[in-house]
């Protein structure tokens, strides 16, 4: 059994506290709203510059926006 981090992220939480929805983050960071939404679910991981930028964006730490938790497989 190996033990894999998995890249997890508060995107949405701290866009909705702003009151953005996710076209206006991406107009932000040059990016499109679809790739905002695929980063949000995990069905995309950002490089480690399109991932600060939204931080920067959300003007928030990287480390407040993503985070890593680990992923047992077998």
Same mark, same amino acid.
């Given at each position: 059994m190996s033990t894999e981090?998995?890249?997890k992220n508060n995107i949405r939480k701290f866009r909705q506290e702003q009151g953005m929805s996710?076209? @206006?983050? +991406?107009?932000k960071? =040059?990016?499109t709203q679809n790739t905002i939404?695929?980063?949000?679910?995990?069905?995309?991981? @950002?490089s +480690?510059?399109?991932s =600060?930028?939204?931080a920067?964006?959300?003007k928030k730490k990287w480390e407040d926006v993503f985070y890593?938790?680990?992923?047992?497989s077998k």
């Open positions: 981090l998995e890249l996710q076209t @206006p983050l +991406a107009e960071v =040059g990016t939404s695929s980063v949000e679910t995990g069905a995309y991981s @950002p +480690a510059f399109l =600060g930028l939204i920067t964006a959300l890593y938790v680990k992923k047992e």
